[in-house]
């Protein structure tokens, strides 16, 4: 029998997905555009969650960068989401691991990531996977206004 889900790489064709379920989902709003240069960018790691019919049914967006403190490459995490239909089946974690997988075959020594403050739920799976608070971001959100935290996690 295959697996239910599969994790594979974003393409333009799924821009429209993306940007539904990421409206389906509260996050911060990403044009069409915003998508399409992360794609060409050779440094983003863009996967997708998708059903066996195809379907997007969550993904992970993020960068490598260069550390500001000359300790090598990190990463940072924009986006993840997954559809609240499918939510509490790992498939969070599926999509995160196979982010933290493309990390370390980069040599990454950290991951960044912003999150709101009253996220409880996606703090508390950073916090599973090891990400630690570094800093608060005041009014870093908007729609609505909200304050941040700036998580890391070393590898």
Not at 56 to 77: K, P, Y
Not at 115 to 143: E, M, P, T
Request: proline residues 5%; aromatic residues 8%.
């Amino acid at each position: 029998m295959p697996e239910p889900f599969r994790i594979r790489p974003i393409e333009a064709v799924h821009i429209a997905a993306l940007i539904a379920l990421g409206e389906e989902t509260g996050l911060s709003p990403w044009a069409a555009n915003d998508y399409l240069a992360e794609i060409k960018d050779p440094n983003s790691i863009m996967l997708r969650l998708e059903t066996d019919e195809n379907a997007t049914v969550g993904f992970v967006v993020g960068r490598l960068i260069t550390a500001a403190d000359a300790a090598g490459t990190d990463a940072e995490i924009y986006n993840i989401a997954v559809s609240p239909v499918h939510r509490r089946m790992g498939n969070g974690q599926r999509l995160f691991d196979s982010f933290l997988e493309r990390c370390r075959e980069a040599g990454v020594g950290r991951i960044w990531l912003e999150v709101r403050v009253s996220n409880a739920d996606a703090i508390a799976f950073y916090a599973r996977n090891s990400f630690v608070v570094q800093h608060l971001r005041k009014g870093l959100y908007r729609s609505p206004s909200e304050d941040g935290f700036l998580m890391r996690r070393s590898l």
